[in-house]
């Protein structure tokens, strides 16, 4: 049974920090990029940070750059988005997504069910 959950959420002030987790487990970790995306109410979901399967790449939303840093332990089946001076607009629930493309183009992707940031004073 394939499980993503996010830890890690809360309230924080302006200038804050927060770092949230992602517990996977069920399919084969190593072999999945990892993503963290977030979506804030009225909002789209977006892509926040990703990071490739072996965590060798990572890319950022231009409005985290600078602040947010994604890892990855491939040992212990956990990432991490560690996020730096949170700013009111920060707000919004957080998701973690796993996806791996095989060699045929098929895509399989799986997502956790979210954790809840507030960014305010």
């Known amino acids: 049974q394939v499980q993503l959950v996010e830890s890690g959420g809360g309230l924080v002030q302006p200038g804050g920090s927060l770092r949230l987790s992602c517990a996977a487990s069920g399919f084969a970790f190593s072999r999945y990029a990892m993503s963290w995306y977030r979506q804030a109410p009225g909002k789209e979901r977006g892509l926040v940070a990703a990071i490739t399967s072996a965590g060798s790449s990572t890319n950022y939303a231009d409005s985290v750059k600078g602040r947010f840093t994604v890892s990855r332990d491939n040992a212990k089946n956990t990432v991490t988005l560690q996020m730096n001076s949170l700013k009111p607009e920060d707000t919004a629930v957080y998701y973690c997504?796993?996806?791996?493309?095989?060699?045929?183009?098929?895509?399989?992707?799986?997502w956790g069910q979210g954790t809840q940031v507030n960014v305010s004073s």
């Open positions: 997504k796993a996806e791996y493309r095989d060699f045929v183009g098929r895509v399989y992707a799986y």
